[in-house]
């Protein structure tokens, strides 16, 4: 398998880190680009001090994902998908921009979230054309 992009959807959690830095172990000395992905959710419902404070949120994941990367000197690409379902955005977001593997957690953030045991991973597990590494 000849891997030259590697798309790492991120939400913050312990799970969806140690996915960012298992990509960074496979790009080292490599031709490899890694790109971060954030889907943010906001329900029409929310006000917009909510609505701001999400994005806020997610553009500190992604933040702190750049500078993971560049510590490590891989070069790293970022997006935040706006109001989508997580795992459907993911898999049209890889296959639409021809990644080679998705290397992503398990699990979200979210203790509830938890009880579905990775319920967009498994969606992006049965749904990508394109090789799914999970990351406990």
Known sequence: MNVKKILVPLDGSNCSKRAL????????NKDITISGINVLKIPMVYTNKIKKQAKIFSEIIIDDASETAKRNEIPFKTRIISN?????EIVQYAEKNKFDLIIMG?????????????????YVVTKSKIPVMIVK
């Not at 298992?22 to 080292?28: C, D, F, P, Q, Y």
């Not at 203790?111 to 991973?121: D, K, Q, V, Y």
């Open 21 to 28: 830095n298992l990509a960074i172990s496979l790009a080292k």
């Open 84 to 88: 989508g379902y997580a795992g459907k």
């Open 106 to 122: 398990s699990r979200g953030p979210h203790p509830i979230a938890e009880m579905f045991l990775g319920s967009i991973a498994n």
